[in-house]
């Protein structure tokens, strides 16, 4: 048992905390982070073992011991998730993801405004609670901007201040100046995608990627080898929280990281005020840190199961819940599948960066007229490979095409044929929120500390969101048939409604403390000293972008608010 | 490393012929120093024919040479794997990669968790299989065998409960594919007898720009495996 103190303490230490950490460090206040996980090195992804990072999740929670269960309604029983993607190490999700880095489009954050006014209210599904984001793009630009120039993002503009620039993406927001580095090498499947998208009358362009095409800040260019989504970067090329910001945190000499450390309380008073946060040691030592400023930022399970965990007679419904709205709104993106094969060439799409490599965004968000079509909101289209990871193991999961067996000598000779021959597309389609879909805590599973696991009450399979995936499912058909391909076909879609990848909400932000967990610096109404920050506080998807550059924004924005007004007058509400 | 469970070696240590020569043409980049040692001192006993007869009759008996499965188990994951991924002329298949022994470590180790799982499956498949045809799976002809799988995977075997035989038979599938294709250093996917047949270099540092944009099979650098390659990434069968 120990008790320290220290300015402020944050836990989970990985996209958004992990910047946090830098910032606040670096501006002079004494900074305490707390990791479940290890602290990895850069030498530690030497191995390219796909067995051990892709089949074994060896960089995610560990299922047993960190789990977080899933039933598709509140009549259904429910079961430990079989995966978890996230992170569990210092970093967070930033070491192993797929680095995709987007910018929210400009409506994207007054999309109930926008969505009435082209369409009527009446396109809103009556159960959605689709809300506009309390802030503008133009607000987060300057964030966006940072973390790009920070990290280090790859990539081609396609807006620049108004300029639409062909061979980016013309849809995307304007940005204030071109990507810090060029786009990533295209691969042979990607330039077939860029050829078939555009006899199409599409779009294509090299997705953004948090990945350096060449040196920068002293960390070397990608070498392409493959081992990239479900892998540490072996030379530090990833521009991962691990290698960029942490380093930074480090040289203050005000920060400190605590690994093998469960936070299970955030503590607080009668009065309303947090006063710090109790974790478990990696010696199930039971220990205290009082901290002046309390930052939560681990993924969205453990933002609302803390806030519950951390329950007492003054707030018996949980931390930051006054409005009732803790653990409600969960969001994923549902991943439709489409498979290419081709007969006369090879494409050896386990080269290079693995995730969603070049993309069409045509048919995201409300890039096209929905008009008569039965859903809102869209997709990012991309190509790259199954499970956004390109070695054998992940190529058996793809269920075959129609009329090929899984096994024996027909299934065999599919695999040795289609393996090198393939592309595999994916949609990644935006959900709406719903109140219903939600996260409690689970009255029978605990995890390996005794603490109930996070549980999920989830199902996809509503009206608009079906239509939306079956709608973006057929564009990817068209796109593999344009590429020339012989042999294109769709994959089935969580027929069960689990939820797919990225999930955000849980503790929304808004601009009402009676609709809403914190506001747009993701500080809790009801404790302000408390911080939440994530993309739990996502109020609706945004698009369908993977969501961990606007998480960066949005952290850098909360960093800014601390340390230039927040701390000048503590307590205050920003 | 890999030798355990490997039927050619069990054939010939029944018939009493085997060599130094053959162990050592298995495979021979890939034998690890300390196995191929282990292989000569085997063929080195030179002992007479009844103490053979002897060995051999232990072996079947006391669980053979796994670190998990017994003989009849054994042999029964080895067909079924067959019968999965099958190995034909230029094509390897799942003895060929010796996916067996694969499942056994991992059954020993990572998945040790999983043991009570895979006891009970295989004490349902012999169940379903005596009933059935009455005879063990492994002793099934290949056609019966195949018959019996694609039962499993459509659930259509009412001996089973838990595992269910959908649950029993993905399992074995996954299994099969990881101890095809998973790296050699977990004992399977010998002589990337996968990674051959699919056409994937292993554990590559990193491509260039021709290498990614290149519409032919990747032939520059040879297969690389964690501890070890082969020299050429060219198909071998």
């Known amino acids: 048992m120990s008790t320290e103190k220290t ?8 996209a958004a905390g992990g910047i946090l950490a830098a910032e606040l460090s670096k501006a002079g206040m004494k900074v305490v982070g707390l990791e479940r996980g290890p602290r990895l090195k850069t030498e530690d992804f030497m191995a390219h073992d796909e067995l051990r990072f892709f089949a074994r999740q060896d960089l995610r929670p560990n299922i047993k011991r960190s789990p977080v269960t899933w039933r598709p309604n509140v009549n259904a029983r429910a079961h430990p998730l079989q995966e978890l993607d996230y992170g569990n190490e210092a970093g967070g999700g930033t070491v192993h993801y797929g680095s995709l880095s ?3 489009h400009e409506d994207d954050f007054r999309v109930r405004t926008k969505t009435i006014e082209r369409y009527g209210a009446s396109a809103i599904p009556a159960d959605s609670s689709l809300v506009d984001w309390p802030l503008s793009y133009a607000e987060l630009e300057p964030f966006y901007d940072k973390a790009e120039y920070e990290l280090g993002v790859s990539g ?4 620049l201040e108004g300029k639409k620039i062909e061979g980016g993406n013309i849809f995307e927001a304007p940005r204030k100046r071109e990507y810090p580095l060029p786009p990533l090498i295209v691969d042979e499947s990607g330039l077939l995608y860029e050829a078939g998208a555009k006899k199409l009358g599409l779009h294509p362009f090299p997705s953004p990627r948090a990945i350096i095409s060449q040196p920068y800040h002293d960390r070397p260019g990608c070498t392409y080898c493959g081992f990239c989504q479900a892998f540490g970067c072996h030379v530090a090329a990833k521009s991962s929280i691990l290698v960029t910001k942490l380093p930074e945190a480090d040289a203050t000499g005000n920060f400190k990281l605590i690994t093998g450390a469960m936070c299970y309380r955030v503590n607080s008073d009668d009065s309303g005020k947090v006063t710090g946060v109790s974790y478990y040691g990696p010696d199930r030592s039971d220990n205290t840190i009082e901290a002046d400023l309390v930052i939560v930022s681990p993924f969205i399970y453990d933002n609302t199961r803390l806030m519950l965990l951390s329950r007492t007679a003054k707030f018996p419904n949980g931390l930051a819940n006054s409005s009732g709205h803790l653990g409600k709104h969960i969001m994923a993106h549902m991943m ?10 090879y494409v050896n799409n386990f080269m290079g960066p693995s995730a969603q490599k070049h993309t069409v965004d045509d048919y995201n968000a ?6 008569g079509l039965g859903f809102i909101r869209g997709a990012q289209l991309s190509i790259g490979t199954p499970n956004l990871e390109g070695g054998p193991i992940s190529a058996t999961t793809i269920a075959p095409p129609p009329g090929t067996p899984r096994w024996g000598a027909a299934y065999r000779d599919f695999i040795a044929r289609a393996y090198a021959r393939h592309g595999a597309m994916v949609a990644q389609t935006e959900n709406l929120p719903y109140a219903d879909q939600t996260i409690d805590l689970d009255p029978d599973v605990r995890d390996a500390w005794g603490l109930p696991a996070p549980r999920v009450t989830y199902d996809w399979r ?3 969101e079906r239509a939306r995936v079956d709608f973006v ?7 593999g048939q344009a590429m020339g391909g012989v042999e294109v076909w769709p994959a089935p879609v969580s027929p069960a409604g689990a939820p797919g990848a990225h999930h955000e909400g849980g503790t929304r932000m808004g601009s009402d403390p009676k609709d809403s967990v914190v506001n747009k610096y993701g500080q809790t109404w009801d404790h302000h000293n408390l911080f939440l920050v994530g993309s739990s506080t996502y109020p609706t998807m945004g698009a369908g972008f993977n969501p961990t550059l606007t998480i960066e924004a949005l952290a850098y924005m909360t960093a800014d608010a601390i340390v230039n007004r927040y701390r000048k007058n503590p307590g205050q509400l920003l | 490393m890999s030798r355990k469970h490997n039927a050619t070696r069990r054939a010939f240590v029944v018939g009493g012929a085997i060599g130094a020569g053959a162990a050592a043409a298995a495979g021979a980049a890939l034998v690890p120093e300390a196995f191929a040692k282990s292989g000569e001192r085997e063929t080195a006993m030179d002992a007479p024919a009844a103490d053979h007869a002897a060995i051999t009759e232990m072996s079947a008996t006391n669980g053979g040479s796994g670190a998990f499965f017994n003989d009849d188990d054994a042999h029964t994951v080895a067909a079924f794997a067959e019968r999965l991924m099958p190995g034909a002329p230029g094509k390897p298949g799942a003895t060929d990669a010796n996916v067996l022994n694969y499942i056994d470590l991992a059954l020993s180790g990572a998945y040790e968790d999983q043991q009570y799982f895979y006891r009970t499956g295989l004490a349902q498949l012999d169940a379903h299989c005596a009933k059935t045809y009455a005879k063990p799976f492994r002793q099934l002809a290949q056609a019966q065998q195949d018959e019996c799988i694609a039962a499993l995977e459509h659930g259509k075997a009412p001996e089973f409960v838990w595992p269910t035989a959908q649950a029993f038979f993905d399992t074995l599938r996954k299994h099969t594919m990881e101890g095809m294709f998973a790296d050699p250093v977990y004992g399977g996917n010998q002589d990337f007898a996968g990674w051959r047949l699919v056409g994937f270099p292993g554990a590559q540092p990193g491509f260039t720009r021709a290498d990614m944009q290149s519409t032919d099979a990747f032939t520059r650098a040879p297969i ?5 390659e082969i020299a050429s990434a060219s198909k071998k069968g």
């Open chain 1, 473 to 479: 499912q057929k564009k990817l058909v068209e796109i």
């Open chain 1, 366 to 371: 409300d890039n096209f007229d929905h008009s």
């Open chain 1, 102 to 104: 987007w910018r929210m």
């Open chain 1, 156 to 159: 081609k503009a396609g807006n």
């Open chain 1, 462 to 464: 509503r009206p608009n």
């Open chain 2, 224 to 228: 690389v495996g964690l501890q070890s």
């Open chain 1, 336 to 345: 439709a599948g489409v498979f290419v094969t081709f007969d006369d060439r």
């Open chain 1, 7 to 14: 300015d402020v303490v944050i836990v989970g230490v990985g």
